[in-house]
């Protein structure tokens, strides 16, 4: 489904898998489950163009929901993969990024989920870094946002003002953006909402739930704190 021109989120029960379209080629922002490729290379397809058309592939953090095609895509097209160097050790390494700190049936919960979406180990080829800006929807800056794990990242293009939060922040059916559960680390996790509250984004596409347009019109980001009550 087309955002606006040259950027498309994947359909995908679970997670949103985002493709834009460059003049030198595709860039995938996250990839979607495992078992989630062949979903990707069909929709390239769709579009008319070809695997080997896909040249990056962006991941905002290693979470199996995330980074689970990356290994089959890699194969499947040669797309160079890109993260922060904390989520690339894990992502390489085939294992989450931080030690769950939930309790109760919200840890059990997640338990089950990262043994059900574990990831092949897959290869980065690049370490990103806060501020870098890569040639993607006319200049697409990085920029750390830690919390949810220890080295997400959230993408902007100033261009369109379109914000990838990846799970920093998810967004729900009435256009609010809340924080995600099972943070890493609430107190980054807020100064990472706040640090994009600021970027003043209209567009906000979110690893879970719908995009969010007119977003700096909104009641919008989420309230003081990330604290799970
Ligand atoms: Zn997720």
């Known amino acids: 489904m087309e955002i606006i021109p040259n950027l498309h989120v994947i359909p995908s029960s679970i997670v949103n898998v985002y493709l834009t379209i460059d003049p030198d080629g595709l860039t995938l922002i996250d990839t979607g489950l495992p078992g989630h490729a062949k979903k990707v290379l069909k929709y390239i397809a769709e579009l008319g163009r070809k695997p080997t058309d896909l040249k990056r592939i962006i991941i905002t953090h290693a979470d199996g929901d995330h980074v689970g095609a990356l290994a089959a895509l890699k194969a499947a097209t040669g797309a160079r993969a890109y993260a922060n160097p904390i989520e690339a050790n894990a992502i390489q390494a085939g294992r989450p990024s931080h030690e769950l700190k939930v309790r109760g049936a919200l840890a059990l919960f997640f338990k089950l989920m990262f043994s059900f979406f574990k990831a092949k180990p897959a290869a980065v080829d690049e370490t990103l870094s806060d501020g870098q800006v890569l040639p993607v929807l006319g200049g697409l800056r990085v920029i750390n946002t830690p919390g949810h794990t220890p080295g997400h990242i959230s993408l902007y293009a100033p261009a369109a003002k379109i914000l990838f939060c990846g799970d920093s922040m998810v967004t729900e059916k009435?256009?609010?953006?809340?924080?995600?559960?099972?943070?890493?680390?609430?107190?980054?996790?807020?100064?990472?909402?706040k640090v994009q509250a600021a970027l003043g984004a209209e567009i906000v596409c979110?690893?879970?739930?719908?995009?969010?347009?007119?977003?700096?019109?909104r009641s919008g980001m989420p309230g003081e704190t990330c604290a799970m009550t």
Do not use: F, Y
């Not at 009435?174 to 909402?193: F, H, I, P, Q, Y």
């Not at 690893?207 to 019109?217: D, F, L, M, T, Y």
């Open 174 to 193: 009435n256009g609010t953006l809340r924080c995600s559960r099972g943070m890493w680390d609430e107190d980054k996790a807020t100064e990472s909402v």
């Open 206 to 217: 979110s690893g879970h739930g719908p995009i969010v347009r007119e977003a700096s019109s």
